[in-house]
């Protein structure tokens, strides 16, 4: 049986899928752990998988951002990061590009030594790592070990031509499109996080392994044998063919049977859905749920135009600020079992966020997106060209915008959602982690389990 650790770094939105898959894992006869802080091993225990304590990052976000605890400079970055988003997408990327070495790079020794340690003490066949853990990545590459990279974000984030520059959207949706002129400084920031992180990998790479190939440009470098898009396979992505590597689309990572959250939800449910005719969810995420500006415009607007609706709100700490809103028609909460009302709510409002995106057409629901900032942009360009949804600027958006927008997804359901439901719910973590083992020269071995995975014999 091999044995294969999944690292993540401390943040819910990329643990969870990636204990979903690793979850997926143990299922297709892996033994399987997920390497993560201390805080995140009650995804570990929900999986069925191992946990192995493991920080890659001082950055941290175990469900609302600024509850988290982290250092002084992490959380004024988190602020900065905030107060740019109110004003406009190329000023939020900008931060995000000042961030970067600090987010993103910060301590590549430390990471090599625990990674280290963590092979001495589990001596695993091959390693899944988070494309975002560059310090990951860059240790496993240094010390030898086998891996596949797991993409938690859109494709793009992984350059697949010279000229593609992380952090800057190869494409728009048609509600934001800023001018080549306003494009520039954040092109520069960009170049120069490459050229510095590429630098950085080089110097560690030079004393570390001085006798392995050079790991080349940063943002690019990726395992040899196995990518995982955490994303469905869009047919206007581009192409990406390298010798040797195995390119899995895995569609999404969210398991079949959402656990419920208990009484108090499905209580909250049972009333709304009897006492409104429709149901509207809106989560921005474990960062952005902190613009309870947008927020409250979008409780009005939603309740102005279809009074019919009654709408459930993620406001993280933000629920006091929320507390005017609520009503008999507007639950507000820290925080939602959001997979779980996927099933039974008829529209959601969102960041763009990968996991709400791709959640959503799993379970067939229609979308309005409010992209901030980091891969947001390219996926409401997908969500647009995929006919699953619609799209607002956050900072320019009004009430009306918000509730017409809303109003039209309740009235009619867009044209793309039924083929891209079917396309998601085909693929899934128990595919993926099948293809997984194929491309890592294993033979999955899927148990049967009471309302879980089939064996791959009666597939």
């Not at 001082?58 to 109110?86: D, I, K, M, Y």
């Not at 396979?233 to 969210?254: A, M, N, Q, S």
Request: charged residues 20%; glycine residues 8%; hydrophobic residues 40%.
């Amino acid at each position: 049986m091999p044995r294969v650790v999944v690292v993540s770094p401390p943040f819910r939105s990329h643990a969870q899928p990636m204990s979903v898959l690793a979850g997926s894992l143990a299922r297709a006869g892996v033994e399987a752990y997920l390497a993560c802080a201390e805080p995140f091993a009650d995804l570990a225990s929900e999986a069925g998988v191992g946990f192995v304590p493991l920080t890659v990052t001082r950055n941290a976000n175990t469900g609302v951002a600024r509850r988290t605890e982290q250092g002084e400079r992490e959380a004024a970055r988190l602020e900065e990061f905030l107060e740019s988003t109110r004003q406009g997408a190329v000023p939020a990327l900008l931060t995000q590009a000042r961030h970067r070495g600090e987010d993103m790079l910060a301590d590549p020794e430390t990471v090599l030594a625990a990674i280290r340690a963590v092979h001495q003490r589990l001596a695993p066949d091959w390693y899944v790592v988070d494309q975002l853990s560059y310090p990951v990545t860059l240790a496993l590459h240094c010390l030898g070990l086998r891996f596949a990279t797991f993409c938690p974000g859109h494709p793009s984030y992984l350059p697949h031509r010279p000229e593609s520059l992380f952090g800057v959207p190869q494409n728009w949706p048609s509600s934001i499109r800023p001018a080549p002129e306003d494009l520039a400084p954040l092109e520069e920031a960009a170049r120069a996080n490459d050229q510095s992180f590429t630098e950085s990998f080089a110097r560690t790479a030079g004393r570390h392994a001085p006798n392995r190939l050079a790991p080349g440009r940063a943002f690019a470098l990726a395992s040899p044998e196995a990518v995982v898009f955490n994303y469905l396979p869009f047919p206007w992505l581009p192409r990406r063919e390298t010798p040797g590597r195995r390119y899995l689309y895995g569609g999404h990572c969210v398991p079949p049977v959402p656990s419920s959250p208990g009484h108090v939800w499905e209580g909250l449910v049972r009333r709304l859905r009897a006492e409104y005719r429709q149901l509207v969810l809106v989560a921005l995420g474990t960062f952005l749920s902190a613009r309870d500006d947008v927020l409250a415009a979008l409780v009005r607007g939603i309740r102005a135009h279809r009074p019919d609706a009654a709408v459930i709100v993620a406001a993280g700490d933000r629920v006091s600020a929320m507390a005017g809103h609520a009503d008999s028609a507007v639950h507000v909460a820290e925080t939602v079992p959001q997979r779980w009302l996927l099933g039974r709510v008829d529209a959601m409002v969102h960041h763009g966020g990968n996991n709400s995106f791709t959640e959503c057409l799993a379970a067939g629901v229609p979308a309005v997106v409010l992209p901030f900032s980091s891969d947001q942009f390219s996926i409401a360009h997908d969500l647009e060209r995929a006919e699953v949804g619609l799209c607002l600027d956050p900072t320019r958006m009004t009430e009306e915008e918000a509730g017409t927008a809303v109003g039209t997804l309740l009235s009619r359901h867009p044209a793309g959602l039924a083929r891209w439901k079917g396309t998601a719910r085909a693929l899934g973590p128990d595919w993926t982690a099948r293809r997984l083992l194929e491309a890592m020269g294993h033979r999955s071995e899927a148990r049967l389990r009471p309302g879980g995975v089939v064996s791959d014999a009666a597939r």
